[in-house]
Structures are given as C-alpha cells and as structure tokens.
Antibody, heavy 119, light 107 residues
Framework: QVQLQESGPGLVKPSQTLSLTCTVS??????????WSWIRQPAGKGLEWIGR???????NYNPSLKSRVTISVDTSKNQFSLKLSSVTAADTAVYYC???????????WGQGTLVTVSS | VIWMTQSPSLLSASTGDRVTISCRMS??????LAWYQQKPGKAPELLIY???TLQSGVPSRFSGSGSGTDFTLTISCLQSEDFATYYC?????????FGQGTKVEIK
C-alpha cells in the first residue's frame, strides 16, 4: 500500500520561499508509470492543481504559478519536493502531495499539511 | 484553461436517497474526468476515473457517466458515510482543474 507524507515548515514569511517534501513509502517512486503531484486547498475552498513531475524529471506546472514553482524529485530518497517562491497570504493553504496515474487522476494522497504565510 | 461548472453546490438528502451531481466543462474533454470524495480534515479520495471507471475498493453504489462536456456522478443509495464534499477534475489539458465542489449534507 503506497503512502505519502508531506513535511515542511507550517509558517512561512511573506516574500520568502515555501518548501515542502513528500516522502513516498510502500513502493519505489521510480516504479510504474506514475506522476507525482502537488495540489493545494485554501481553507473552506476548492482544490488547485500546482504541478507534477515524472521520475525522469519531466515537469508540468499550472501557468498561474509557473513563474514561482519548482518541483523536483530525489529517487534515492523516494521523495519529491515543492518550492514556491515569493509567497503571499494568498498562498496560505493545505498542501497535498499525490500520486497521479499516467492519465492524470490522483489515486493516492498524503494527509496534507497546512502552510500559513504570515509575518 | 478548461473551466468547470459543478452543480449543485449544496445538496440536502436523506439516507437511502439516489443523488446526482453534475459537472459541465467549458470545452470537450472526451472521458478525461475523475470524481473525488473529501471529508472534513481529510485528503480527497478517488472514486471514479475515465468518467465511469470505479476505483478499486469504491462501493458499487457510486457510478459515473458522460463524455465530452457533460458528466454525472450518481450515488444510488446514499449511506451515512457518503455525507461529504464531492469534486470533479478534468485531466484532458493542462492545467488540470477541479470543480467548485458539491457538499452533500443530511436533510
């Protein structure tokens, strides 16, 4: 059973960079034709897809965030990471990591981690 | 960007009811649609992908239909554990986008 777990600071100051890591257990991040993605959800609101990465390093990003987002993968640690630069209060949300099937539906999700942007 | 209109935003129903949630796309997406269930404080869970394929382990009372621009999630006999918020998601073109959500509450 694949499990994903987000980790990283829960509080980030405005203009700084948000950094989160997702650790995958129960299987190798390199096995199968899966993508590894980040999705966020502001409190009481809907879901926003941030982007995804394949283990080859190939990425796809949401154009609304593309200039500020970097997603990377470390297959030796079975982890992938999110960096979001120049954050503002609008970036305050629960951030989820997820495994995407080759077609795009996300079949496994982390529990989510709340990141608050505040001074 | 493909925009999605999910309706209704709130649905009041009783246990045993048959409920239907709609998702309409701003352009055709073939069958590249998924449905998720989210309970408070939890991550979404995949129910259906490819518009009508039931994810492993999901009860058969859930079903999905549609293609192109109009899609439907049906719960044939609502159970107490089904009271939650449901989202549709398109993965036809980047960026993937989600509907606004439908909260199914106890009537």
């Amino acid at each position: 059973q694949v499990q994903l777990q987000e980790s990283g600071p829960g509080l980030v100051k405005p203009s700084q960079t948000l950094s989160l890591t997702c650790t995958v257990s129960g299987g190798s991040i390199s096995s199968g034709s899966y993508y590894w993605s980040w999705i966020r959800q502001p409190a009481g609101k809907g879901l926003e897809w941030i982007g995804r990465i394949y283990t080859s390093g190939s990425t796809n990003y949401n154009p609304s965030l593309k200039s500020r987002v970097t997603i990377s993968v470390d297959t030796s640690k079975n982890q992938f990471s999110l960096k979001l630069s120049s954050v503002t209060a609008a970036d305050t949300a629960v951030y989820y990591c997820a495994r995407e099937l080759e077609t795009g539906a996300a079949d496994y999700w982390g529990q989510g981690t709340l990141v608050t942007v505040s001074s | 960007v493909i925009w999605m209109t999910q309706s209704p935003s709130l649905l009041s129903a009783s246990t045993g009811d048959r409920v239907t949630i709609s998702c309409r796309m701003s352009q055709g997406i073939s069958s590249y649609l998924a449905w998720y269930q989210q309970k408070p404080g939890k991550a979404p869970e995949l129910l259906i992908y490819a518009a009508s394929t039931l994810q492993s382990g999901v009860p058969s009372r859930f079903s999905g239909s549609g293609s192109g621009t109009d899609f439907t999630l049906t719960i044939s006999c609502l159970q107490s554990e089904d009271f939650a918020t449901y989202y549709c998601q398109q993965y036809y073109s980047f960026p993937w986008t989600f509907g606004q959500g439908t909260k199914v509450e106890i009537k």
